[in-house]
C-alpha cells in the first residue's frame, strides 16, 4: 500500500498538510522548530503553512521579543478538518489491514521499543 492510497482517503487535503496539522496540534510550536520536526525545508513549510493559512485551518501569532518569530496554532476549522481526516485515513487503514490490524500493531509497537533503545543508548 502506497502514500497514495492514504493520500486519496483525506480528500483534499495532501499528507504533508495531514503531517503539519498533526504536528501543530500535539504542540503548538514555532515554525522554525516545525519544520525540523516535519523534516522539511524552511521554503517548503512556508509554501504549505501558507495553503494551511488560507484555508483557515491555521494561524500565525507574532512572538513577543522575537520579530522573526512565529507561532502555530491550529484554528477551530484546522482542528476539524484535522479530525476528520485522521479519522478517514484509520478507516482506510482498518480495510486495508483487515484481519492483520492486530499483527501489524503489534509490529510497529515492537519496532518503536527497539527504536527507544537505540535513541537512550546514544545518548
Given at each position: 500500500?502506497g ?8 480528500d ?5 498538510q ?8 500535539s504542540?503548538?510550536?514555532?515554525a522554525?522548530?516545525?519544520?525540523e520536526?516535519a523534516?522539511?525545508s524552511?521554503p517548503?513549510l512556508?509554501?504549505?503553512?501558507d495553503?494551511?493559512?488560507a484555508?483557515?485551518w ?9 520579530r522573526?518569530?512565529?507561532?502555530l496554532?491550529?484554528t ?21 489491514l ?5 499483527a501489524?500493531?503489534d ?12 535513541a537512550?543508548?546514544?545518548?
Amino acid at each position: 500500500m502506497g502514500a497514495r492510497v492514504l493520500e486519496r482517503s483525506l480528500d483534499d487535503m495532501t499528507l504533508a498538510q495531514f503531517r503539519v496539522l498533526g504536528l501543530i496540534a500535539s504542540s503548538p510550536e514555532r515554525a522554525s522548530r516545525l519544520a525540523e520536526r516535519a523534516a522539511v525545508s524552511r521554503p517548503s513549510l512556508t509554501g504549505l503553512l501558507d495553503g494551511l493559512e488560507a484555508r483557515g485551518w491555521v494561524e500565525r501569532h507574532d512572538v513577543a521579543g522575537d520579530r522573526r518569530g512565529v507561532n502555530l496554532q491550529l484554528t477551530r476549522a484546522g482542528a476539524s478538518a484535522f479530525r476528520h481526516a485522521e479519522k478517514a485515513m484509520a478507516t482506510e487503514l482498518d480495510g486495508v489491514l483487515g484481519d492483520d490490524r492486530a499483527a501489524v500493531l503489534d509490529g510497529l509497537s515492537a519496532l518503536s521499543r527497539v527504536l527507544k533503545e537505540r535513541a537512550r543508548a546514544r545518548s
